[in-house]
């Protein structure tokens, strides 16, 4: 069931996982997929820890890293990391704005130090997302020899961190939204390209997968692997990949509602609870769209009285402490994390290894069916 970039990676099965949880990236790698960690919320600390558990549960298979290495060099936002406390640039506008629709609803402070602790989780996040935190990362990364595959989440790599990664012998991938993107992706060096449809869960453009995926490969002209990515979770889905020339698939949501998912009880029922139409495109988590579970307060920021969102990352830094406060309230109908539209089918918790199992069934199933089918003539 190998294509021939997923046998090159050394693959069992075309099942690619975005996570940035550990223990799901272990799983799935153990299981025959590659799991790429999402890292950029990571401090360099902090992803040397992640990295040397992977290293030790991974059965010596190799694994990825997905990191935002923005493009720009901003030279004053990277002398000012850690000095600005990025509250006070928050307009007073948006923090009462917030501040109203969760007193309204009756959602508790959180305590001190949970408030301290969240700040600093941010202030990381920040560092890890200018180009200096991300080439910070990838120092990290050069260290772990089982680190095969580092994806560029946003944008083409920058050509230092290309000649880096090659020097090192790891392959090279960057997500695109739009065939335009992935031609840009093949100028700058990647091995291979995740077209991400508008189904995914997180940030994502307008165009769906059905539609993206023959676009892109029929852009990069078939010299660069195209992997499918946005509203995979099942096997039928896969070989639909497969057919339109794909040489596998990327998942990320599918994962969230697994034992291996960091999400708690509360936050893996907000997500079986769900319907397809309940995961929608709103800016207000970050400031650019993202797909994401529907609630009141993704909803407030579309009324006509809301605020006009921030850039990133001070929308993400706004959004993010009262997702805390509105998890510790274990409030579902304010609860919005970043969700794809096969949320619709996750109705209960399982495990990675069921996830595979069922996939590959249904993809050999698939594919037997269709070569079934009648085509006629003699
Ligand atoms: C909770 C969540 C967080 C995500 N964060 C990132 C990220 O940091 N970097 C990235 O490249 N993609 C991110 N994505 C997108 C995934 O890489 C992937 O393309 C997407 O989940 C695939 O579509 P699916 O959700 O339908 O499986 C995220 C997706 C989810 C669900």
Request: overall charge negative; glycine content about 10%; proline content about 5%.
């Amino acid at each position: 069931m190998l294509t021939p970039f997923t046998r090159k990676l050394g693959m069992d099965v075309p099942i690619f996982a975005f996570s940035h949880c550990r223990d799901v990236i272990a799983a799935v790698t153990k299981a025959g997929g590659f799991g790429v960690l999402g890292a950029s919320t990571f401090s360099p600390e902090q992803l040397e820890v992640e990295l040397a558990w992977i290293d030790a549960h991974v059965g010596g298979r190799p694994y990825g890293v997905d990191v935002i290495i923005p493009v720009k060099y901003d030279a004053e936002a990277e002398a000012e990391f850690g000095k600005t406390d990025l509250h006070d640039l928050i307009p007073d506008e948006h923090k009462a704005f917030m501040e109203r629709i969760l007193a309204d609803e009756g959602v508790p402070q959180l305590p001190d130090e949970e408030r301290a602790r969240i700040a600093q989780e941010i202030a990381v996040g920040r560092g890890a997302m200018t180009p200096d935190g991300a080439r910070r990362l990838l120092a990290v990364v050069l260290r772990h020899p089982l680190v095969r595959v580092v994806v560029s989440a946003l944008g083409a790599p920058p050509p230092d961190v290309v000649k880096q990664l090659r020097a090192a012998d790891i392959t090279i991938g960057a997500l695109c939204g739009k065939a335009k993107h992935a031609v840009r992706h093949q100028a700058a060096g990647v091995d291979f390209i995740v077209a991400q449809g508008t189904e995914a869960g997180g940030h994502t453009g307008d165009i769906s997968t059905l539609v993206l995926v023959p676009q892109v490969i029929d852009a990069v002209g078939g010299a660069v692997p195209v992997i499918a990515a946005g509203g995979f979770a099942r096997g039928s889905q896969i070989a639909a990949a497969l057919a339109l020339g794909a040489q596998g698939v990327w998942c990320g949501t599918i994962w969230l509602g697994t034992e291996e998912s960091e999400l708690n009880a509360f936050e893996k029922a907000a997500y079986f609870a769900a319907d397809t139409d309940d995961a929608v495109r709103r800016r207000c988590r970050t400031g650019k769209t993202v797909r994401m579970l529907r609630s009141k307060l993704s909803e407030a920021w579309e009324a006509p009285d809301a605020p006009a969102y921030l850039d990133p990352p001070l929308q993400g830094i706004l959004f993010n402490e009262m997702t805390a406060r509105v998890v510790r309230a274990e409030r579902r109908d304010l609860y919005s994390f970043p969700a794809g539209q096969i949320v619709g089918v996750m109705t209960g918790e399982t495990t990675v290894k069921q996830v595979m199992y069922d996939m590959q069934v249904e993809l050999v199933e698939t594919l037997e069916r269709l070569s079934k089918i009648d085509l006629g003539g003699e």
